[in-house]
């Protein structure tokens, strides 16, 4: 949208009316139905609380407020350092239950693009609960990757994979797709079992994901096997709960 347009939909000329509530109040339902109907687009970033107040000519107190109900409405998200944008939209995806696919393809016959970002791998000691999952024998290394992962840019889940270290020698090797690695070693799981539970994002993970800390997540362990029945792969995903939907088809 040009600069001029925005002026004009800012200016009071287009919000302001007599006896119909606090001006901030006011304000924000405009601002609220030009994005709801798509006149501000997704991502679009809004002029700085100090521009809108000179333009609108309305103090700065009254434009904050506004952009507060905004904020809390989850209409407008609030960027350090960068300013003030219409929010994403995210498209609910569906996820079929009952196929053993990665992310990477997930995503691919969506038509969307994926991309993974790498936020710690390394091999390491492997905690209790890998040693279960993964049936290690004492004093073997775990192979551990962290990945945040993106549709469209947009981030979607963070994933933690455990594997045997003969199985991933070098964890480092996975930049985007671990299947992908996995095939070139003919270690991809051809079956697995997945558990999937109510969460709620922790602070970190709200942070990773650009959601809010308490935002409703879901949480999905898949454990990996091989053909021979051995374990390869415990990965925990945490996806943002506003755009998974998981779907299973059942057959009598
Ligand atoms: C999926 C799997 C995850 C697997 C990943 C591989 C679920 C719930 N999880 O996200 O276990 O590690 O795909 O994807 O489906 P990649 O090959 O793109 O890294």
Sequence with gaps: MRAADMDEMIK?????????????????????QLIKSGVLAAEASLPSEREMAQISDMSRVTIRKAIEVLV??????QRRGSGTFVAPRIQKLEHSLSRLTSFTEDMLRRGKSSSSEVIASGLFTPSPEEIVALGLR???????IERLRRADGVPLAIERSS???????????????????????????????????????????????????????????????LPTGRVIEFTTGIYRGDAYDFVAELQT
């Design 72 to 77: 809390a409405d989850k209409l407008v998200v």
């Design 138 to 144: 004492s004093g073997e290394l775990v192979a551990r």
């Design 12 to 32: 009071q000329e287009a919000w302001l009316r007599a006896n119909a509530g606090p001006r901030y109040l006011q304000f924000s339902r405009h601002l609220s």
């Design 163 to 225: 594997l045997p270290r003969d199985i991933l020698p070098d964890p480092s090797v996975v930049t985007t797709s671990l299947y992908d690695v996995l095939d070139k070693t003919n270690c991809r799981p051809e079956r697995a079992i997945q558990r999937i539970s109510a969460s709620l994002l922790s602070d970190e993970n709200a942070r990773l994901l650009e959601a809010e800390t308490g935002a409703p997540a879901l949480k999905i362990a898949r454990t990996g096997y």
